[in-house]
């Protein structure tokens, strides 16, 4: 990675670490109008799209930082799925699980100018087989929908060695006991070993900022983290820069 170390991914018996996420993968279209959204007018923007979904983005981190990465999802056979894919393979991960006929998902999200973004099961048998079972809540909203005692029941069958979360979400489910990592942004982050600051950076988009730092504390810790959140939110969609593609 331009301008950061990735670290030496191993487990403590020095095999190398492998990470295997489950969730989704999607395309991702960003958008990051040049000037202020005008009502019923054209407004100048700058457009990229690629692989996309939390599961996605930190299987990509994570491979990007040194260590192994399989992703298992179910993806469509429409071009958009085949795209996603196919650029999700770029940063080395192996993806595995049922293809269906018909599309996948497609997310659109347009950033603001203070680089801000708006966007439009739990596998608990595939968690029993794990060594290291890791939990990222990704919405309150969400955890308010199902209800926080049916969520929170659904979290401790999977008996997650670390939770990751931002402060709502983990308000969502305040009698949840585990060791916590809490994204906060532009401030930084509270992992079990403490409080991290942010990196001082330009923010030119947060879209996957937090998967990226999900990622660097799975591979390396705390700082490796931050560093990670740091190089994403510098970079345009979620996905780690081109220099950290590994072929």
Request: glycine share 10%; net charge negative.
């Amino acid at each position: 990675m331009s301008g950061m170390q990735s670290p030496i991914a191993a487990t403590d018996k020095g095999r190398p670490l492998s990470i295997c996420t489950i969730g989704d993968l999607i395309l991702d279209i960003i958008v990051l109008p040049n000037a202020p959204i005008a009502p019923d007018a054209d407004t100048p923007a700058t457009i990229r799209l690629g692989a996309g979904g939390q599961a996605a983005n930190v299987a990509a981190w994570t491979s990007a930082l040194g260590a192994r990465s399989r992703l298992i999802c179910k993806r469509g056979t429409d071009p958009a799925s085949r795209l996603a894919a196919t650029e999700l393979a770029r940063y080395g991960v192996e993806i595995c699980g049922p293809v269906f006929e018909g599309r996948g998902g497609v997310v659109v999200s347009v950033s603001g100018a203070d680089g801000q973004r708006t966007m439009a099961q739990a596998a608990i048998e595939a968690a029993s087989l794990a060594r290291r079972v890791t939990v990222d809540l990704a919405s309150a909203h969400d955890i308010e929908i199902v209800g926080p005692a049916r969520f929170a029941a659904r979290l401790a069958a999977l008996e997650p060695d670390v939770v990751f979360a931002t402060e709502a979400e983990q308000a969502a489910v305040p009698d949840f006991d585990a060791p916590w990592v809490i994204k906060l942004g532009a401030r930084g982050a509270r992992f079990p070993e403490g409080a991290y600051p942010a990196r001082s950076v330009v923010a030119v988009d947060t879209t996957g900022a937090g998967d990226a730092l999900a990622a660097g504390y799975l591979v390396g810790g705390p700082e490796c983290a931050i560093e990670a959140a740091a190089r994403a939110v510098g970079t345009i969609g979620a996905m780690p820069p081109e220099a950290t593609i590994r072929m």
